[in-house]
């Protein structure tokens, strides 16, 4: 695409009447670089002004400002929003974890749209007729680049914000090794398909790891136990079997145990006990840890 | 590349390589029954340690087998399910019931004897 | 933006080949040993379905890795009698034993995405993805 040569003289001659939207897209364009360096000054003003992004020095609000401005007008001058969203991307990759937010960087763009149809009000205020067009023709333009910018940041903020909970989700099962051979897992907290699923992925990983027996899974702190999560438990059970391992589901109280097997589920490969420390004492009796009964001939040989 | 198998007393224990095609499947088959026969093996260890994938054909199999060994007096352990392939093996509902399944050879092996040392004992 | 791999099905040395080629670049679009393996056990059924009821087809697979998402994709394909009653092949017995029949149910909930399309006399092509988010 052609660029429009810079004009030499200090006022661009005003367009012909009857030009299409498209010469007059140049124009403004045209315009918006020639006087780049005192409007990207305007523009960096009214964001301090607007007390935005105060997260980050002058000095790289400058050079943000810098770069936001010619992808600006490059996206007007073109009306690719392509390579907008790629530096939005980009630039939103770099400020998300400086705390800028999304109504700070929403302001900023339409600050500079501001600023910008300003600089086009003032240019062609003299003929109301020709400003209404070169409006008509900024105006879709900057709207779609507002858009555009915004989308970008909010879809990076929310990547980020999913890789958060991953990580949280990770760090809040932790698999306990209390005994040689016994693994306690509790679960605080709703259990949906993607927990569960991470949740079997890290127990087996751990039955491999420690080789575990025998494994006590908690669940008195999963608020809301349906037959999805039931099934989920069963699921798990079977993958712990498959590797020997034999499962204990303690904190699912029998109500809701006779609810979930009227509701079909089949809990017959699920050994559950009331609480806990229960369900540990069944753990260890498996493992054979249990206390030796009492010993009628070493009494004897004490007496 | 047939399934090795070792005898380990009354054992047998087939130690399987990591690509396991269909036809070596039904060649394992055949060579634990005949040797299960000639050796009156009283348990079979199968230890898929080395199988990245277990499909329904292996899974079918390895029960076919299992079956096949108790109606010669033996008890069959399979060891050795690697996370991944039991995680998978539930997904598709080939979860081996009434199969015998222990972490490793070392407790597949305890178990084994466990079992006979019950049969022993007369329990 | 995609590598492909095709492997054409006529033994079950071919299921083999086809499982480790799905799960190698599964692992190689950065994707979990748990993904990966799901992909390759997928591969697997399906190869063999192609193999035991019409004897031959293609298994091709298909890893792109985009600027949000990266996805593995497996297309099998047949020209075998097809299916005749899509609906029941597709219902959810979860048959743990037997095994009679396609188990496509079983096959759907190793991925993420499945279709199958059939025509009785034609053939069958089942196609599959896993994807993740980047």
Do not use: C
């Not at chain 1, 909970?165 to 005994?179: C, D, F, G, K, Y």
């Not at chain 1, 897992?185 to 699923?197: K, M, N, S, T």
């Amino acid at each position: 695409m052609a660029r429009e040569s810079k004009s030499e003289e200090a006022v661009t001659p005003p367009p012909a009447a009857g030009m299409g939207d498209a010469a007059l897209l140049k124009e403004l364009v045209a315009h918006l670089r020639e006087n780049r360096t005192e409007l990207r000054e305007e523009w960096a003003r009214r964001i301090s002004d607007a007390d935005l992004l105060t997260a980050m020095t002058p000095d790289e609000i400058f050079s943000e400002a810098t770069a936001v401005y010619d992808n600006y007008v490059d996206a007007l001058e073109t009306g690719s929003v392509e390579a907008l969203q790629a530096y939005a991307r980009d630039l939103s990759e770099r400020i998300i974890p400086r705390g800028v937010e999304t109504h700070e960087v929403l302001g900023i763009v339409l600050l500079l749209r501001d600023v910008l149809a300003r600089s086009l009000f003032e240019k062609y205020r003299a003929d109301p007729d020709l400003l209404n067009r070169i409006l008509d023709a900024y105006e879709p333009a900057a709207n779609r680049i507002a858009v555009t910018v915004g989308v970008s940041f909010v879809q990076e903020r929310e990547r980020v914000i999913r890789q958060q909970q991953e990580a949280i989700r990770e760090l809040s099962t932790p698999v306990l090794q209390v005994r040689e051979r016994l693994l306690i897992l509790p679960i605080i907290g709703v259990l949906d398909a993607q927990r569960a699923r991470q949740l079997t992925e890290q127990l087996l990983q751990a039955i491999r790891a420690n080789r575990a027996k025998v494994v006590v899974i908690d669940i008195t702190g999963v608020p809301d136990i349906d037959s999805a999560v039931a099934n989920h438990m069963v699921q798990l059970v079977k993958a712990s079997r498959l590797m020997g391992a034999s499962v204990i589901i303690t904190g699912l109280s029998s109500e809701i145990a006779r609810t979930l097997v009227t509701l079909g589920v089949d809990l017959s490969s699920m050994r559950t006990v009331g609480d806990l420390q229960g369900g540990i004492e069944e753990a260890e009796r498996q493992l054979g840890y249990a206390l030796p009964a009492f010993d009628d001939d070493l009494d004897d040989e004490l007496a | 590349m047939p399934v090795p198998i070792l005898k380990q007393g009354d054992f047998l224990i087939a130690t399987v390589q990591s690509a396991l095609s269909d036809r070596e499947v039904l060649q394992l088959q055949d060579d634990l029954a005949e040797r299960v026969g000639t050796f009156r093996s009283q348990g079979v260890i199968l230890d898929v340690t080395a199988l990245d994938i277990m499909d329904s054909f292996v899974s079918r199999a390895f029960r076919a087998m299992a079956l096949m060994a108790k109606l010669k007096g033996a008890e069959t352990v399979i060891v050795g399910i690697q996370p991944e392939v039991a995680f998978a093996l539930v997904q598709l509902g080939l979860t081996l019931e009434g199969v015998n399944t222990a972490l490793d050879l070392e407790e597949g092996l305890a178990f084994l004897r466990g079992l006979a040392k019950r049969r022993r004992d007369g329990r | 933006m995609g590598d492909e791999v095709r492997v054409p099905i006529a033994s079950d040395l071919d299921i083999v080949v086809a499982r480790a080629e799905g799960r190698k670049m599964a692992l190689q679009t950065g994707f979990s040993h748990t993904d990966a393996t799901l992909v390759a056990t997928a591969i697997s059924e399906v190869a063999r379905n192609i193999l035991t009821h019409a004897r031959e087809g293609l298994v091709s697979i298909t890893a792109s890795i985009g600027d949000d998402f990266a996805e593995i994709q497996v297309v099998a394909t047949d020209e075998g009698p097809g299916i005749r009653d899509l609906d029941l092949a597709m219902r959810d017995g979860y048959s743990t034993s037997g095994g009679l029949g396609l188990g496509l149910p079983g096959i759907r909930r190793l991925m993420d995405e499945f279709q199958v399309s059939s025509e009785e006399g034609k053939g069958t092509e089942v196609s599959m993805t896993k994807w993740r988010r980047l």
